[in-house]
């Protein structure tokens, strides 16, 4: 049966980019998956935006700074995106052993973003989004899987 999730109030809140679990990478402390994600737009273009983003207090500020064109953002961002995600949703489960029992709990169930209004990351309205947060939380988990 598929697990939903997408608010960061419900029992798979800590599957949500906007879970408060905080990681270290780039050598750098990140508040959440978020805060990560939405400097990395800007990481190479605007260094001290994407600082800025990093250093707010929540994940939907950090998710309003980065939808800024204001800034540039980096030329290879459509393609480099999921790559980044995985990076930060896989340091996030490194980090956190709690998550990572938690996660690998959900066994071989499809993990699906429920957003209603993200086509990409989530499943959209009705269904038909790509969901791709949900595909990298699976290959995260069958990689930690793989490697305990």
């Not at 800007?42 to 950090?62: G, M, N």
């Not at 996030?92 to 990409?120: C, M, V």
């Amino acid at each position: 049966m598929p697990i939903y999730f997408y608010s960061n109030m419900d029992e798979y809140a800590y599957l949500s980019n906007f879970s408060a679990h905080g990681f270290e990478l780039d050598r750098v402390y990140w508040p959440t998956v978020e805060h990560y994600f939405q400097a990395q737009k800007f990481v190479e273009t605007d260094p001290p935006y994407a600082e800025k983003i990093r250093l707010v207090k929540t994940p939907k500020q950090a998710k309003t700074l980065g939808r800024s064109r204001e800034h540039p953002i980096r030329a290879d961002w459509d393609t480099a995106k999921d790559e980044i995600m995985r990076q930060a949703v896989l340091k996030k489960f490194q980090t956190h052993a709690s998550l990572r029992e938690k996660l690998l709990a959900t066994g071989d169930e499809e993990l699906i973003e429920n957003a209603p209004t993200d086509y990409y990351w989530g499943a959209g309205r009705n269904g038909s989004g790509q969901n791709k947060l949900g595909q990298i939380l699976m290959a995260v988990r069958s990689q930690l899987r793989d490697s305990e």
